[in-house]
T-cell receptor
Framework: AQKVTQAQTEISVVEKEDVTLDCVYE???????LFWYKQPPSGELVFLIR??????QNEISGRYSWNFQKSTSSFNFTITASQVVDSAVYFC??????????????FGKGTKLSVKP | SAVISQKPSRDICQRGTSLTIQCQVD?????MFWYRQQPGQSLTLIAT?????????ESGFVIDKFPISRPNLTFSTLTVSNMSPEDSSIYLC????????????FGSGTRLTVV
């Protein structure tokens, strides 16, 4: 069965600190896709990244970076030099069949990040 | 990439009534997904709506409680029927963006409070 685990419920850091959000997933499929979304207090879901199971290259986008390791079934997200505007709930999600009949996302429980000035 | 207009953005409803939530997409999409996010919780899939066929519901969700319409490739509605306070949640619709590496787009959500 598919499952996404975000063990960290809440994290609090001071501005400019680096912070890593953990995500561990379970799937029986060899082809799957992993996602990170940000949900600020306003409630909308903001897409951050999509990664397919065949691409283990790490990705960097500005202050954001992602580390995908199939050997440990992890897809961790690091924010470098955090800012107050990074305060939000971050969700890791898994999809086994994008575009297909099972193309929905399976979400982790989310990690609430608070960045204090 | 797809843009979704979801309405209403929020509502306060009386117990026993029904609310219909609408999602309009600015491009044609095959699948639309409806999620529920209970207070402080993660997102749970309610159903998948495919144009021209009955929606497929996840375990724990039934058509009588959450009827879905999908009359064309750009529009869908979710009705929350015979509401109780336990239905107080954020309801979101979602579609897959194209190209697919853009992930899934979500509507802005409907924040429902049942009193």
């Amino acid at each position: 069965a598919q499952k996404v685990t975000q063990a960290q419920t809440e994290i609090s850091v001071v501005e400019k600190e680096d912070v890593t959000l953990d995500c561990v997933y379970e799937t029986r499929d060899t082809t799957y896709y992993l996602f990170w979304y940000k949900q600020p207090p306003s409630g909308e879901l903001v897409f951050l990244i999509r990664r397919n199971s065949f691409d283990e290259q790490n990705e960097i986008s500005g202050r954001y970076s992602w580390n995908f390791q199939k050997s440990t079934s992890s897809f961790n997200f690091t924010i470098t030099a955090s800012q107050v505007v990074d305060s939000a709930v971050y969700f890791c999600a898994l999809s086994e069949d994008p575009g297909g009949s099972q193309g929905n996302l399976i979400f982790g429980k989310g990690t609430k990040l608070s960045v204090k000035p | 990439s797809a843009v979704i207009s979801q309405k209403p953005s929020r509502d306060i409803c009386q117990r026993g009534t029904s609310l219909t939530i609408q999602c309009q997409v600015d491009s044609q999409v095959t699948m639309m997904f409806w999620y529920r996010q209970q207070p402080g919780q993660s997102l749970t899939l309610i159903a998948t709506a495919n144009q021209g066929s009955e929606a497929t519901y996840e375990s724990g969700f039934v058509i009588d409680k959450f009827p879905i319409s999908r009359p064309n490739l750009t529009f869908s509605t979710l009705t929350v029927s015979n509401m109780s306070p336990e239905d107080s949640s954020i309801y979101l619709c979602s579609v897959e963006r194209r190209p697919t590496n853009y992930g899934y787009t979500f509507g802005s959500g409907t924040r429902l409070t049942v009193v």
